[in-house]
């Protein structure tokens, strides 16, 4: 039975991770960038949050 259960979460596990992949790789690239100092300035924080917001 622990075997069964076992097995079942490692599918689990592997099912989510590959489901999930893309996201993982996006984090790991901004932490990337990040760490190399890659910052947004805030003329274009301002400029991409009117664009999703339709503020003008």
Known sequence: MAG??????KEAIAA???MYQW????????????DAGD???????K???ARLTNVH
């Open 4 to 9: 069964l259960f076992a097995n079942c979460c």
């Open 39 to 45: 910052f947004a300035s805030d003329e274009e924080v």
């Open 23 to 34: 996201q993982i790789e996006e984090i790991q690239k901004g932490i990337a960038e990040a």
């Open 16 to 18: 989510y991770l590959e």
């Open 47 to 49: 400029a991409a949050f």
